[in-house]
T-cell receptor, first 111, second 114 residues
Framework: SQKIEQNSEALNIQEGKTATLTCNYTNYSPAYLQWYRQDPGRGPVFLLLIRENEKEKRKERLKVTFDTTLKQSLFHITASQPADSATYLCALVSGYSTLTFGKGTMLLVSP | DGGITQSPKYLFRKEGQNVTLSCEQNLNHDAMYWYRQDPGQGLRLIYYSQIVNDFQKGDIAEGYSVSREKKESFPLTVTSAQKNPTAFYLC?????????????FGSGTRLTVV
């Protein structure tokens, strides 16, 4: 069956460090992968999309990599700030041509 | 400003009642979606619609119904047949389905059965 796995344990880092979150998937051959941010009690917010023919994508302090051989995407936030604290979700297109989301990883950035 | 509006933010339902969650978008998006989120679970797809007057079941459609009479609106009815309706419901839209466009989400409706 198709699975999207994100680390269920919260990631705690200090302000200024780089946060790295992992998304692994099985039984998908995605044309693209997306990352979202979700704050408590709010809807997810779209951050980045990376296509299968792109190895890396950047947007300001965010960087995403996509390795279709390893079936893995890494999401990096450089120079992290307490305001970056949130849950980050990865998403892949499913058989319905709709997005299937991972359960997300909570990031906590301490001052 | 363009966006998606979900209402109400909080909703309480008695056992055996149907309730309707509203979702309106002014982004001129063709595709709209309903997801359910439970603590510790990922978002699960309930229904989706690519165009007006057409919609499809997602992974957990039982006990729910939708309509898409206007491009801007995609209301979700939680019927009494839904055994465990207490959850956070999220509506989303995208330019088109399946072409790699990011989704825009509403701020959600938290439904509680009392």
């Amino acid at each position: 069956s198709q699975k999207i796995e994100q680390n269920s344990e919260a990631l705690n880092i200090q302000e200024g460090k780089t946060a790295t979150l992992t998304c692994n998937y099985t039984n998908y051959s995605p044309a693209y992968l997306q990352w979202y941010r979700q704050d408590p009690g709010r809807g997810p917010v779209f951050l980045l999309l990376i296509r299968e023919n792109e190895k890396e994508k950047r947007k300001e302090r965010l960087k995403v990599t996509f390795d279709t051989t390893l079936k893995q995407s890494l999401f990096h936030i450089t120079a992290s700030q307490p305001a970056d604290s949130a849950t980050y979700l990865c998403a892949l297109v499913s058989g319905y041509s709709t997005l299937t989301f991972g359960k997300g990883t909570m990031l906590l950035v301490s001052p | 400003d363009g966006g998606i509006t979900q209402s109400p933010k909080y909703l309480f339902r008695k056992e055996g009642q149907n309730v309707t969650l509203s979702c309106e978008q002014n982004l001129n998006h063709d595709a709209m979606y309903w997801y359910r989120q439970d603590p510790g679970q990922g978002l699960r797809l309930i229904y989706y619609s690519q165009i007006v007057n057409d919609f499809q079941k997602g992974d957990i459609a039982e006990g729910y119904s939708v309509s898409r009479e206007k491009k801007e609106s995609f209301p979700l009815t939680v019927t009494s047949a839904q055994k465990n309706p207490t959850a956070f419901y999220l509506c989303a839209s995208s330019t088109r389905q399946g072409e790699g466009f990011g989704y825009t989400f509403g701020s959600g409706t938290r439904l509680t059965v009392v």
